[in-house]
């Protein structure tokens, strides 16, 4: 899992707005078939929206760094009950911006 920079997270962010979420975690939680169609869905479209339903019981941070942790993938974003993960693929869907070589000082 590589650590997206603010630009490279922003930048996923906005390809990742009018997604729909493809994946949904419930009651069920973080189960093998959930996992299997994480990784599933990162190697064919890089970038996913998973929903967190009302009877899933961990925490959404929780579910969105276990996600990442296992599928090997970034979290662009969580906001409200809504994941974003960013995965590359073989294929390289998606370009993100290079990481900056370090801001200019303003004396």
């Keep these: 899992m590589q650590k997206l ?4 997270a922003r930048h996923l962010r906005a390809l990742g707005h009018h997604l729909n979420a493809i994946i949904m975690v419930g009651k069920e ?6 996992l ?6 990162l190697e064919a479209h890089e ?3 998973i929903k967190i339903q009302k009877g899933c ?3 959404r941070h ?13 979290v662009a974003q969580v906001l409200g009950n809504t ?4 995965r ?3 294929k390289k869907r998606i370009e993100l911006p290079a990481p900056s070589k370090g801001a200019a000082k303003k004396g």
Excluded: C, H, M, W
């Design 83 to 86: 994941i974003l993960l960013y």
């Design 62 to 74: 929780e579910v969105a760094e276990e996600l990442a942790r296992r599928s090997g993938a970034s």
């Design 47 to 49: 970038l996913i929206k």
């Design 5 to 8: 920079t603010g630009k490279q």
């Design 29 to 34: 939680e973080l189960d093998e078939n959930l």
């Design 88 to 90: 590359p693929s073989e």
């Design 36 to 41: 299997r169609s994480v990784d599933e869905n």
């Design 57 to 59: 019981l961990l925490d």
